[in-house]
Structure formats: C-alpha cells, structure tokens
C-alpha cells in the first residue's frame, strides 16, 4: 500500500466544476482507496491504494459529475523530495508556490519565463517541480498566466501553506 498526493485541477472555482469533498472522499473510498484525507475545497487529496489514482478516477468524475478535472498524483516519496528541494528559505514560505508539472519540460521557454517575470519574482525549475517566489502574489503574475505556455506541459499551483498541510498529513498518514 502507497501514499500518494492527489490533486485535482480547477474544481470549486467561480462556481464551476463543483465537487463536494466528502462525495470525492466516497469516491475515492468505492474505487478502493484508503486514508482518504482532503485539504479545503480546492483539491488537495492524501490517500493510500495499492494503484496510483489518476485516469480511473477522473473518469468516474466525470461519469458521476459531468466535468473531467486534470489531475497530478505524486507519491508520498516524490511529494517529500518536491518540499526538500525547495531553493527558498523559509523566511519567505509566505510568498512561495509550487507548481507541479505533468510531466519534464522537453524545451522549456526559459527566455520566455525571464521577459514574463516580474522583477520581484524569482524561479527554479527542478525537474517535474517549478518553484516560485512571489513577493507581491501571483494574482496579476504574467510569469503565471503563461507558465504553462512556456512550459509546454500541464502544472497546478499550490501556495506554500497548503503545502506545509499537506506535508502534515501525509507524515501523518
């Protein structure tokens, strides 16, 4: 049996994609999942299976919501090493975010990500996982809105104090 992290892009947003975590919990329990813990609404799942999740239940979302959410599983193993690598300290874990890529970026456009930042901003890619500093948010970020762009690949954000939960609870699983 496997810990895994489990994250769902764009659900619970602007009123779109709406899933209820404790349906999601069922789910995830019905298709034989175990230690399902969520973190807030905008998925964040922990869980434990002898399968790593991903296509199988984006489609019985989608068979039981109407929508098909992305997502990115990383293993407990993976997840840990992401937090470990983290280039930045922890005096600015409240301007941190990291981004999780579906898979390694082929070419990355990093003269792209260099135009595109702020002068504030600063950015490491490490494999799978592109880290972000952002003093000033990301709410208005051109560095952001194109990160996948200049990617060429999927990604889903999460702010440092998310991750630190979910770091948590998975120490805790």
Known sequence: MRTYLFLLRGINVGGKNILPMRDLTSL???????????????GNV??????????IISKAIESKFGFKPETMVLERSEFEKAIESNPFGPDEAKSIHIF?????????????L??????????EL????????APDGIGRSRLVANLEKCM??????????????????????
């Not at 999780?100 to 792209?112: A, C, D, Q």
């Not at 260099?114 to 950015?123: D, F, I, R």
């Not at 889903?156 to 948590?168: A, E, V």
């Open 28 to 42: 995830l329990e019905a298709n034989g999942y175990q230690n399902v813990k969520t973190y807030i609404q905008s």
């Open 46 to 55: 922990v869980l434990s299976g002898s399968k790593k999740p991903g296509e």
């Open 100 to 112: 999780f890529l579906s898979e390694v970026p082929k070419s990355p456009n990093i003269g792209k």
């Open 114 to 123: 260099v135009t595109l930042s702020s002068a504030t901003e600063k950015y």
């Open 126 to 133: 490490n494999g799978k996982v592109f880290y972000l500093y």
């Open 152 to 173: 060429g690949v999927s990604a889903t954000g999460r702010n440092f104090n998310t991750i630190s939960k979910l770091m948590k609870i998975i120490k805790n699983a």
